[in-house]
């Protein structure tokens, strides 16, 4: 009977947990029928919330800290690539400024992450 009561603490444990260990900002990203698994190791994630915050690899910045924040992040990096998660309230033309943004910082790839949509079934 007591192993049964410490699985039990522990399968409660990891459902309080898991949510909590999000990577990441949240934010409500689009979905996508067409898309690849992001990679497990990331140098460079840009978050953008629907109100328009910054935040470069969990840190937050302003749109004028970005290009300097993004150039010293590529500097360690091993590639010049940067992932854009970006919520999917966000207005196109916010998104246009930024990668302009990113471009001029030396990033060669933008990859933006999605989520997987269910494909339609009939």
């Known amino acids: 009977m007591p192993l049964c009561d410490v699985l039990l603490v522990l399968l409660i ?3 309080i947990i898991t949510p909590l ?5 949240d934010v409500r990203i689009p979905s996508a029928l067409n898309t690849i698994d992001m990679p497990e190791n990331t140098d460079v994630v840009l978050y ?3 109100d328009g915050t910054l935040y470069l690899n969990q840190e937050i910045v302003t749109p004028e800290q970005l290009q ?5 992040a590529l500097l360690s990096a ?4 940067l992932y854009l998660r970006a919520d999917q ?3 196109y033309g916010k998104i246009v400024e930024l990668i302009d943004v990113i471009r001029v910082s030396g990033v060669e790839v933008v990859g933006i992450i999605t989520e997987k949509k269910a494909e339609r079934s009939g």
């Open 48 to 50: 953008i919330k629907r």
């Open 68 to 72: 300097g924040k993004l150039e010293e």
């Open 13 to 15: 444990i990891f459902m």
């Open 89 to 91: 309230e966000l207005e």
């Open 78 to 81: 091993d590639d010049k690539q």
């Open 21 to 25: 260990a999000q990577r990441g900002v």
